[in-house]
């Protein structure tokens, strides 16, 4: 079985930085990448960021320049690195593993960003 857990959540100020984290355990192969996906209150789960295999990245242009994602050598492991964090960053935020062209997910941590 495959899990993922995120971490690094919490209540952070507008312009506050966060610094999420992802461990993926379990037997894993033919892992294709990984990535931070969020879902707001009464919106749809949209893409973040990825980092692929090779070490290509793509974000969403709501984050781009903020926001940024890595991936531990060696390790099922990610990083989502959020800086100058606005009121619309409120969300969960889960971790996304693809192997083998299967979607695996964590359950999500909580990102506040409030005056």
């Known amino acids: 079985q495959v899990q993922l857990v995120e971490s690094g959540g919490g209540l952070v100020q507008p312009g506050g930085s966060l610094r999420l984290s992802c461990a993926a355990s379990?037997?894993?192969?033919?892992?294709?990448?990984m990535g931070w996906y969020r879902q707001a209150p009464g919106k749809q789960r949209e893409l973040v960021a990825t980092?692929?295999?090779?070490?290509?990245?793509n974000y969403a242009d709501s984050v781009k320049g903020r926001f940024t994602i890595s991936r531990q050598n060696g390790k099922n492991t990610v990083y989502l690195q959020m800086d100058s964090l606005k009121a619309e960053d409120t969300a969960v935020y889960y971790c996304?593993?693809?192997?083998?062209?299967?979607?695996?997910w964590g359950k999500g941590t909580l990102v506040t960003v409030s005056s």
């Open positions: 996304n593993l693809r192997a083998n062209g299967i979607n695996y």
């Open positions: 379990g037997i894993i192969f033919s892992i294709n990448g």
């Open positions: 980092i692929i295999n090779g070490g290509s990245i």
